[in-house]
């Protein structure tokens, strides 16, 4: 778009409109800055302007900096100049905000005197999502507004208010019909002149409700969730400037500390998350205009823990879903489940009452697959065996009509044999949920080899209907995320036989930031998947345990005891069970360090997703990045394994990796990407 068209000033009757139009998002980028400084002098040099309308084109108001300009040498004027400029005018300013006044658009917002808003927009301060602060006055105007407890929530949480919210909070002045904008901002000036309101800035509005109690009890408040990450409390250390500093000495701290922040390797990291989510929506070679396959109505087999979840996905997406069951009792179990599911998020006023009676409105509980005939999609999420998955899609390529997508929800298993008992491999594609599938964002869509453009597209596009972040696989065994998981679990059995204990490897994994470690999450999944009484053979500590009736949280006890809120503590059974099998092994236990912990969990994946890139199962590294930060909790301010190798530096990784392969064998290997990076003194994020 040329920059001329950026940017227009009209007059309307003695009221200045000056309308943006730079898609996609208005993102404040250099020229729309040089734009809008331009069109601002001009209108301020107009002695027919009495009052300015600021308004933008498009699906949103001003949606942030230009994140795509972060990491280059500023142009001027720069964001926190300009805004300064607009703060100064000489006539009133009125903001017409739709869609989403995210970050520095906001933040344009709050230098205008006065602020008018369509029901549906909503207003907020991501930045600390991307490891920021708001960095161009966020901190010292917002709070002058709306007080500091809820500017607080807001810094620290990203989470952007609906208009009606702002409205009540003062952040908005009024309220413009949905598609009345232009009109009533226009109005809105024009009443301000003819009442001679005055230039109310925010800047010269005292901050309410700034107690030394407010911050140190946000802070305990918020201590769990904020744990590891470095922009919350910077954010609330702004806020806390702008109660106590004079306003120019509050902006100061602010600039500097949002430059700490932009220089940091965490906000490095999550900006990195923040495009790589978007980056893993574009599948190389398939065209945008790629044939989508409508999808109307979902159909999914197995209403336990994974198929209901699955369902509300969809059904919370307004769509129809037809559940089946072999038995009326597991229907019902798991009817009920989504209900009580759906109840609970009511309870926390994350969705109404109604939409509650709405969701379940949608829910076609049968027992015969014949019921599937009409659905567009269906999604099994049965036992994880390949003859059951086989037999099951050769029934469903009978049933389904011609055209309907069958998916898997396997998490391991080879798609490309599953689709061969089918007539329409080509229609054929996992759709990977992580459990909670109704919580989790992440979705691995598994490509088979016969999969059909139109249906990988729909399957896209499908996922961000349902708000998944969607990375494709190609076909392995455990695609992405399970494959290098796989490499943490051994080394973790392995680091407990030679000298550590679960708790010391759950610590350092936790530690690292992620939500908890291995040993903790097999108690949680369950120690007995897949393991059999009959069958045991009491050769692994597992098998131990299971054949102890210590079966995870479900038997309130597996590697550790639970008490009745199960809260987790060491066992010395376990222990007792641990050396006993090191000596039955002949393993001579050491002492073990947490780095080497560590590096033997963290690692062995790095090296695996090499390998996962090199085969081309995952188009990108950071896909790779995106599987592990959306699927299992990866700390997003270490932008996910493949960033983290960059980080710590390949050929670090590689001398490790080296390191114990001399002493642990081949498991440890360096893969052949991974040595020609490091060689070459590259990193992943150079591919
Ligand atoms: N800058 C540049 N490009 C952006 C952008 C931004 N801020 N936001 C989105 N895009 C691109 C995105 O890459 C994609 O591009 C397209 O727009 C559609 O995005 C000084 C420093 C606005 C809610 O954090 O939350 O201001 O792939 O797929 O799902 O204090 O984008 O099409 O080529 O996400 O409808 C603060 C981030 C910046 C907002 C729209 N602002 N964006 O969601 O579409 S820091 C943000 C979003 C800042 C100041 C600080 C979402 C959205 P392409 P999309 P969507």
């Not at 990203?158 to 908005?172: F, M, Q, V, W, Y």
């Not at 002149?193 to 800047?203: C, D, G, Q, T």
């Not at 963290?602 to 896909?623: Q, T, W």
Request: contains cysteine; proline residues 5%.
């Amino acid at each position: 778009m040329s920059e001329q068209n950026i940017i227009s000033l009209t007059v309307d009757g003695g009221v200045a409109v000056i309308r943006v139009n730079s898609p996609p998002v208005n993102a404040l980028s250099f020229a729309v800055r040089q734009g809008l400084w331009q069109a601002f002098e001009n209108a301020f040099a107009d002695d027919g302007v009495e009052a300015i309308v600021l308004i933008c084109e498009g699906r949103t108001f001003f949606a942030g900096a230009d994140i795509s300009e972060f990491g280059k040498p500023m142009q001027e004027p720069s964001l926190v100049d300009l805004l300064a400029m607009i703060e100064g005018a000489p006539k009133a300013v009125i903001a017409a905000i739709h869609g989403t006044a995210l970050g520095g658009g906001l933040e344009t917002a709050l230098v205008c005197h006065y602020r008018v808003a369509v029901p549906s927009a909503k207003l907020g301060l991501p930045e600390v999502k991307l490891g920021l602060l708001p960095g161009a006055g966020g901190t010292q105007r917002l709070p002058r507004l709306i007080g500091a407890a809820m500017a607080l929530e807001m810094v620290t949480s990203g989470s952007p208010i609906g208009a009606k919210t702002a409205l009540d909070a003062g952040l908005i002045d009024e309220l413009a019909p949905a598609n009345g904008l232009r009109e009533a901002a226009i109005a809105f000036a024009r009443k301000i002149v003819s009442e001679k309101r005055p230039l109310r800035r925010a800047r010269d509005l005292p901050v309410e409700g700034a107690t030394p109690e407010l911050f140190s009890e946000f802070r305990k408040a918020k201590a769990r969730k904020f744990r590891g990450f470095a922009a919350p409390e910077t954010n609330i250390q702004a806020i806390e400037a702008a109660s106590s500093l004079p306003f120019d000495e509050g902006m100061k701290l602010e600039r500097r500390l949002f430059e700490e922040l932009r220089a940091g390797t965490q906000s490095k990291a999550q900006r990195h998350i923040f495009f790589a989510e978007r980056e893993a929506g574009k599948i190389p070679g398939l065209q945008r205009d790629a044939e989508i396959r409508p999808v109307g109505k979902v159909g999914v087999i197995g209403a336990g823990t994974m198929g209901g979840g699955i369902a509300m996905n969809f059904l919370s997406a307004g769509i129809p879903v037809t559940i089946v069951e072999m038995q009326q009792e597991a229907l019902d179990r798991g009817v009920a489940t989504i209900r009580k599911n759906y109840e609970n998020s009511a309870k926390r006023g994350r969705i109404t009452a109604e939409a509650v009676d709405a969701n379940m409105a949608l829910l076609n509980p049968v027992l015969d697959l014949e019921a599937l005939a009409g659905c567009d999609l269906v999604i099994e999420a049965v036992y994880e065996n390949m003859d059951v998955k086989r037999d099951l899609f050769g029934k469903l390529d009978t049933i389904c009509k011609p055209g309907a997508i069958l998916a898997s929800n396997t998490s391991y298993l080879d798609l490309d044999e599953i689709a061969a008992a089918t007539s329409r491999p080509e229609s054929v594609i996992g759709l990977h949920f992580f459990s909670p599938a109704n919580v989790m964002r992440l979705l691995e869509v598994v490509r088979g080899a016969k999969t059909d453009a139109s249906v990988l597209a729909t399957a896209m596009k499908l996922a961000k209907t349902i708000g998944k972040v969607a990375v494709v696989s190609g076909v392995c065994h455990g695609f992405i995320g399970n494959r290098m998981l796989a490499q943490r679990r051994r080394e973790a059995d392995r680091l407990i036989l030679e000298g550590a204990m679960p708790w010391d490897v759950d610590r350092v994994i936790y530690d690292f930031g992620m939500p908890m470690g291995p040993f903790q999450i097999s108690d949680l999944a369950g120690l007995d998947l897949g393991w059999s009484k009959e069958s045991s053979k009491g050769e692994t500590i597992r098998e131990r345990l299971c054949e102890m009736d210590r079966r995870g949280q479900k038997t309130g006890a597996g590697f550790y005891d639970y008490d009745e809120k199960r809260r987790p503590t060491p066992s010395p059974l376990v222990e007792q069970v641990i050396l006993e099998m090191s000596a039955r092994q002949s393993i001579e236990r050491r002492a073990i360090d947490d780095e080497e912990i560590l590096e033997r969990c963290v690692y062995p994946m790095i090296n695996e997703g090499a390998k996962i890139l090199d085969e081309g199962i995952a188009f990108r590294a950071s896909d790779i990045d995106v599987v592990w930060v959306n699927g299992y909790g990866w700390p997003v301010y270490r932008g996910g394994p493949m960033l983290y190798g960059d980080t710590v530096g390949l050929a670090h990784v590689r001398d490790r990796l080296s390191h114990y392969a001399s002493i642990h064998g081949a498991d440890f290997l360096p893969s052949e990407l991974l040595c020609r990076l490091a060689d070459e003194g590259k990193g992943f994020g150079n591919l």
